[in-house]
């Protein structure tokens, strides 16, 4: 088992930046893909983004391209979400999540584990 605890949402005005992080206990971190997903209101939960195990693969989802940087710190067991040049339509709540076998990691259904959500509000 792995919990997974997100924090570091907040209300921001647009242009304004955010670090989200997600802290893991349980079994190794190292052994985990992580992602950041997000889910607005009346909307499906979309991939943001996705980093592997040791950090050096990192993809995107075309929306946050050059806004958003996902990185991790093994030592500390922390996957952080830096978002920049914040807009409205990046308003939702972000989810981390685990993957053990990182396949398809802009696919909500392989992951394992999941954070509890923190809420981003982007103001006009």
């Known amino acids: 088992q792995v919990q997974l605890v997100d924090s570091g949402g907040g209300l921001v005005q647009a242009g304004g930046s955010l670090r989200l992080s997600c802290v893991a206990s349980g079994r190794p971190f190292s052994s985990y893909a992580m992602g950041w997903f997000r889910q607005a209101p009346g909307k499906e939960r979309e991939f943001v983004a996705a980093i592997s195990w040791g950090g050096t693969r990192t993809y995107y989802a075309d929306s946050v391209k050059g806004r958003f940087t996902i990185s991790r710190d093994n030592a500390e067991n922390t996957v952080y979400l830096q978002m920049n040049s914040l807009k409205p339509e990046d308003t939702a709540v972000y989810y981390c999540?685990?993957?053990?076998?990182?396949?398809?990691?802009?696919?909500?259904?392989?992951?394992?584990?999941w954070g509890q959500g923190t809420q981003v509000t982007v103001s006009s």
């Open positions: 999540a685990a993957d053990a076998r990182f396949n398809a990691y802009s696919d909500s259904g392989t992951y394992d584990y």
